[in-house]
């Protein structure tokens, strides 16, 4: 078992991400967040373990699914809660809202609205690395729905014949929007894609937080050596449908009910806490994300829309 120093801050991650996106599907429904909203619910054990094996040095490219990426490595809740109501003070002005968030500070290069869209930029990121010969590493999140398209064979090969310091993460919750991964692919394990291309991969417990931070902490350790890239694929199951306004009737009631229960990430990152650490320290901490969420949503909705004069002066730099 991991130290329980470093289980408690994986934990509190995680839980970070369960309370935003618990909290924001609520915004949603009160008309608080316009445009689309796509739940990380259920997945927060790849982004918490990933991200926490990076060092500031490195650099992620995040997904349409994306605010679990975005609070693991660092983002602030108000104002990635101020971004999503398109507020001035959002990590973008209120531009970029749920589906472009970025934070080259901490070192997310970005959301992206376009499926497998941050594969290609991870390794041009990497190459940017490769040729000034830094020490860093570029991990680019992506869904199995974006395994069937150019740019990820493309990518792969690139990084491959160029032995660039990238790690591939593939997040496996099973659907392309509605599709599921055996209606896709023959063969539903997908790292095995990987290894045509002479890239290492493997395949781990998307929803074990110590399977995930150990892999990639071998993973990043390999690649900052001159030794990548790397595959991951991490299988995991959505908690909903693809995004906020989706039933999920596609979905089978007894495998949701047993990922949301049995497997559920949190719950099992909680309980595996409990064996070492005391149950009163951890509701304090819980407490304690609740008020931060609880923070974040009024500094929200107290924040400035974007100004006439902002607009203005954003459309002419594209213009």
Request: net charge negative.
């Amino acid at each position: 078992m991991l130290e329980p120093e470093l289980l408690t801050r994986l934990y509190l991650t995680m839980l970070r991400i369960r309370v935003f996106e618990t909290q924001c599907i609520a915004l949603y429904r009160n008309g608080d967040i316009r445009g689309y909203f796509h739940p990380y619910l259920g997945q927060e054990a790849i982004a918490a373990g990933v991200c926490a094996a990076l060092g500031p040095e490195d650099a992620i490219l995040s997904t349409h699914r994306g605010h679990g990426h975005c609070i693991a490595r660092g983002m602030r809740l108000d104002r990635m809660v101020a971004e999503l109501l398109g507020k001035a003070t959002g990590y973008c002005g209120g531009w970029g809202v749920s589906m472009h968030i970025a934070d080259p500070e901490t070192g997310n290069i970005g959301a992206n609205g376009i499926v497998g869209g941050g594969i290609a930029m991870g390794v041009g990121t990497a190459l940017a690395y490769s040729i000034r010969g830094e020490k860093r590493v570029a991990v680019p999140f992506f869904s199995d729905g974006a395994v069937n398209g150019g740019a990820f064979t493309e990518s792969l090969n690139l990084a491959a014949i160029w032995n660039l310091p990238v790690f591939f993460v593939l997040e496996n919750n099973r659907y392309a929007a509605t599709t599921p991964v055996e209606s896709a692919s023959r063969d539903p394990n997908l790292f095995t894609r990987a290894t045509g291309y002479g890239v290492p991969a493997v395949q781990v417990d998307g929803n074990d937080v110590q399977a995930v931070y150990r892999q990639a902490e071998e993973a990043v350790a390999l690649c900052r050596a001159g030794k990548g890239p790397f595959l991951m694929e991490a299988m995991t199951y959505r908690h909903m449908g693809h995004h906020v306004n989706d039933p999920g009737t596609y979905m089978p009631a007894d495998k949701l009910s047993y990922y949301k229960g049995q497997k559920d990430p949190v719950r099992t990152a909680r309980d595996l806490l409990l064996q070492s650490v005391a149950r009163e320290a951890i509701e304090e901490l819980e407490k304690g994300v609740e008020k931060e969420m609880a923070d974040a949503i009024a500094f929200a909705r107290g924040s400035p829309e974007p100004s006439l004069e902002d607009f203005l002066r954003e459309t002419r730099r594209y213009a």
